[in-house]
T-cell receptor, first 111, second 114 residues
Framework: DQQVKQNSPSLSVQEGRISILNCDYT??????FLWYKKYPAEGPTFLIS?????DKNEDGRFTVFLNKSAKHLSLHIVPSQPGDSAVYFC??????????FGTGTRLLVSP | DAGVIQSPRHEVTEMGQEVTLRCKPI?????LFWYRQTMMRGLELLIY????????DSGMPEDRFSAKMPNASFSTLKIQPSEPRDSAVYFC????????????FGPGTRLTVL
């Protein structure tokens, strides 16, 4: 009964290429979505977010796309760098304060 | 500025023992969250507080788990008695009132129950 799903546990890309991480959700009441990045032995850190009234938000190399009709969002990283290697969590805001997280996707960017 | 502080960073204990995890939120943040991370379920919210008051504890798995926030700068998550299936990484996060929902996470406590 996972409300936020990241179906790819891992992704490998070469440096300089595009990384696309995907996330699906089931609850149409979610109104705000976030991506977090996590390095080993550290806590997740906020990366980028998007409101449900938008379909795209861009911040430097990172762009998040939201397709509400498909209940799908994706994070694009271009160009990918080795320092981007981490676990990426998708999260959706439920109500005023709660975040519901996916299980994460491990990205490996090789030189 | 100091971020969210958690202690201990690692805890190894035997089944049946009491475990206490500690968290100091970022100063000025009104909300504090406790999460558990496992491979199967990812990051699960256990409980959250607003102004030291527990608001939603629906994620606490069993009565063996309890959490307190005696003041604005300190919270504990206690497991008693601990079981091997409690082994996970436990994160504390905080956020201020306002904004859209971004939470600031601590480094986590890796708990191993033997």
């Amino acid at each position: 009964d996972q409300q936020v799903k990241q179906n790819s546990p891992s992704l490998s890309v070469q440096e300089g290429r595009i990384s696309i991480l995907n996330c699906d959700y089931t609850n149409s009441m979610f109104d705000y979505f976030l991506w977090y990045k996590k390095y080993p032995a550290e806590g997740p850190t906020f990366l980028i977010s998007i409101s449900s009234i938008k379909d795209k938000n861009e911040d430097g190399r990172f762009t998040v796309f939201l397709n509400k009709s498909a209940k799908h969002l994706s994070l694009h990283i271009v160009p990918s760098q080795p320092g981007d290697s981490a676990v990426y969590f998708c999260a959706a805001k439920e109500g005023f304060q709660k975040l519901v997280f996916g299980t994460g996707t491990r990205l490996l960017v090789s030189p | 500025d100091a971020g969210v502080i958690q202690s201990p960073r690692h805890e190894v204990t035997e089944m049946g023992q009491e475990v206490t995890l500690r968290c100091k939120p970022i100063s000025g943040h009104d909300y504090l969250f406790w999460y558990r991370q496992t491979m199967m379920r990812g990051l699960e919210l256990l409980i959250y507080f607003n102004n030291n008051v527990p608001i939603d504890d629906s994620g606490m798995p069993e009565d063996r788990f309890s959490a307190k926030m005696p003041n604005a700068s300190f919270s504990t998550l206690k497991i008693q008695p601990s079981e091997p299936r409690d082994s996970a990484v436990y994160f504390c996060a905080s956020r201020p009132t306002g904004g859209q929902g971004e939470q600031f996470f601590g480094p986590g406590t890796r708990l191993t129950v033997l």
